[in-house]
């Protein structure tokens, strides 16, 4: 997403700005394409609704079930389950994660299980299962690198590597 200023070093969540945001939500509207749906269950998310959030990322599930292909339904999944790390369902979250990451690998689509894995990998710091989510960040940036991923990508892995490195060992020292 081209709204991303950066990540949060302490709690790995992406900085936009609000305005931007509320603008590009309100240019797609109702629009109900699987990329708009998309791209609104995410505004959403990081513009902290996630009650209106959690209704599109059912419906993106839905519409990506119905005419999407398998790349589709596991990102819309991915998605939703992020919906559900924000609002504390980290179980809930993890299961959905793993079963997407699983299938991603199981499809030789590395992109898409780095993007699951680092996913999974917030869900556990946030539920600060830190040797995890480190496992779990390790994991996408392999992936990001084995499929050519963008600059930007492997920062914010590496970000997400080194926060969960730090976090342990402040939770063991303290």
Known sequence: MGYILGYDPDTLREIVDPEQCVERLDEIGEQRSLPALLE????????DRLDEGLVVAEQAVRVARMGGTRKDLLRARVLHATILQHRGAYAAAIQELTTCAEEA???NWPALAAFAFQHRGKVSYDAADYAAARTDFKRALFLRQESGASEDQLESTLLAVDAAERRSRASVAG
């Open 105 to 107: 690998e199981g499809q």
């Open 40 to 47: 609104r269950v995410w505004l959403l998310k990081v513009l």
